[in-house]
């Protein structure tokens, strides 16, 4: 039973990760990194990014926006997180619309290593995601511009610190998505590292419906 409790708590934490992807990848809620700035899609382009955790742990992510779809007569467009695990690539893809102001996923699937893509189901999804603004002005004061220097270069950047106080965030027109080159909160850093221009879409396979199990059945007792 022990396995069993382990597994469940995995699968758990997991879909923290996802949802919080969901939510725009938004919140820093589950390990996901907190994504804020002005939402400009361009297909093909993406960026790369360094997280700091306040007790010095580095990670690497990368987000890039890998197609278009129309959603209701709307435009839709399809955006991958991509994190390195110890046993590869996972892959978080999302599509986007805007609507009322804010950045809406309408539907999601992921990758993990050497598994089948999975669908989350439309009304779980639903339940679980919450908007996020697609402008950082919403939700921030907007300090000035600054030059930034961060692996990727240097960027003439409006500078935003949130209201809530969970952070400042340096934001360019010259990287896609989000524009985000830097964010500084109180638990966490994040510096851009690469732009992309060429994102490709790195789900492979056809998507299934969600299930769990799939991840990998518990050791039996």
């Known amino acids: 039973m022990r396995s069993v409790r382990i597994f469940l708590l995995s699968v758990l934490a997991v879909l923290s ?60 467009y399809w955006m991958e997180m991509t994190m390195e695990g110890p046993d590869g690539q996972m892959v978080i893809k999302s599509l986007n619309i805007v609507q009322e102001g804010n950045v809406v996923v309408s539907r999601m699937i992921m990758q993990f290593p050497g598994k089948s893509p999975m669908e989350f189901p439309e009304g779980l999804l639903k339940r679980r995601s919450t908007n996020h603004p697609a402008d950082i002005k919403t939700t921030a004061d907007d300090l000035g511009s600054e030059m930034v220097t961060v692996p990727a270069g240097t960027f003439k950047c409006e500078h935003y610190r949130s209201k809530d106080g969970s952070g400042d965030t340096w934001v360019t027109q010259d990287i896609s998505p989000w524009g985000l080159v830097k964010f500084q909160g109180k638990n966490q850093t994040m510096s851009l590292t690469k732009s992309i221009s060429d994102a490709k879409d790195k789900i492979t396979g056809t998507p299934v419906p969600f299930n769990p199990m799939m991840l990998g059945a518990p050791p039996s007792q």
Request: aromatic share 8%; net charge neutral.
């Open 17 to 76: 990760v996802a949802f919080s992807a969901a939510a725009q990848f938004g919140g820093g809620r589950g390990g996901a990194p907190s994504f804020n700035g002005v939402f400009k899609p361009v297909v093909g382009r993406g960026a790369a990014y360094e997280i700091q955790d306040q007790d010095g742990k580095k990670s690497t992510i990368e987000l890039a926006v890998v197609g278009k779809d129309s959603v209701g007569g709307a435009d839709g």
